[in-house]
């Protein structure tokens, strides 16, 4: 009965804990104004999700990927939400980073069609970084 009693103050200073520094931390920023600064802890993983349709030949370029703090978990992933039933609709591009060294960095993605050179991004997302 005594190592019952123990354990559940235990249990919840764990839980506590756990519940404090959260092994991934997802980011849905909006285009439309500035990025909250993201911070995080060596180990944590970053889930990026911005909406995007590349049946209109826009797509997210990442430009700056943090490399000195983070490091991709793979290239972009897109999904389109199950209920839309609409061909060419909207869904979302995801990108996963580990934090992977303390210090500083910048996230920057622009929204554009790769073969208009000569034109301004329609979008731009940008992100500080802060690894501890």
């Not at 849905?28 to 349709?53: M, Y």
Request: charged residues 20%; glycine residues 8%.
């Amino acid at each position: 009965m005594t190592a019952a009693r123990l354990l559940l103050p235990f249990g919840l200073a764990l839980l506590t804990a756990c519940a404090q520094h959260p092994t991934n931390v997802n980011l849905e920023p909006d285009d439309r104004k500035p990025c909250s600064p993201v911070a995080l802890k060596v180990g944590q993983t970053l889930t990026l999700s911005l909406p995007s349709n590349p049946t209109t030949g826009f797509r997210w370029q990442l430009q700056d990927a943090a490399p000195s703090v983070l490091h991709s978990l793979g290239p972009e992933v897109y999904s389109t939400p199950e209920d839309a039933g609409v061909v060419g609709g909207a869904g979302e591009s995801i990108w996963r980073f580990q934090a992977r060294t303390p210090g500083e960095g910048r996230l920057l993605l622009v929204y554009l069609r790769p073969w208009e050179t000569d034109v301004a991004p329609a979008k731009r997302v940008e992100c500080q970084v802060s690894v501890k």
